[in-house]
């Protein structure tokens, strides 16, 4: 079993940047493909960026060239580097780890709030 939590999130004017974390604990984290998805409002939640065990990254349009997403492995930590934030980025930014067994696992999420 994987238990996330993550951190790093806030309230942040347009234009600035948030490195969100992601604790992970339990067995398998290096073998998971990690991911970041994000909610507003009102809206479906969807996939912001994703780091396979290989560390192949993949991120979607709306972030790319914005976002980096990194693991630590040694550490059991997944990071999200978010630059150039704008008032759409605003959403809950969830943490997910699908594991080798297909088994997947949620955080809580942590609010981003970008505004002026």
């Known amino acids: 079993q994987v238990h996330l939590v993550e951190s790093g999130g806030g309230l942040v004017q347009p234009g600035g940047s948030l490195r969100l974390s992601c604790a992970a604990s339990?067995?398998?984290?290096?073998?998971?493909?990690m991911d970041w998805f994000r909610q507003a409002p009102g809206k479906q939640r969807e996939l912001v960026a994703t780091i396979t065990s290989t560390g192949t990254t993949n991120y979607a349009d709306s972030v790319k060239g914005r976002c980096t997403i990194s693991k630590d492995n040694t550490n059991k930590m997944l990071y999200l580097q978010i630059d150039s934030l704008k008032p759409e980025d605003t959403a809950l930014y969830y943490c997910?780890?699908?594991?080798?067994?297909?088994?997947?696992?949620w955080g809580q999420g942590t609010q981003v709030t970008v505004s002026s």
């Open positions: 339990g067995s398998g984290f290096s073998s998971s493909t």
């Open positions: 997910h780890a699908l594991t080798i067994r297909l088994m997947d696992y």
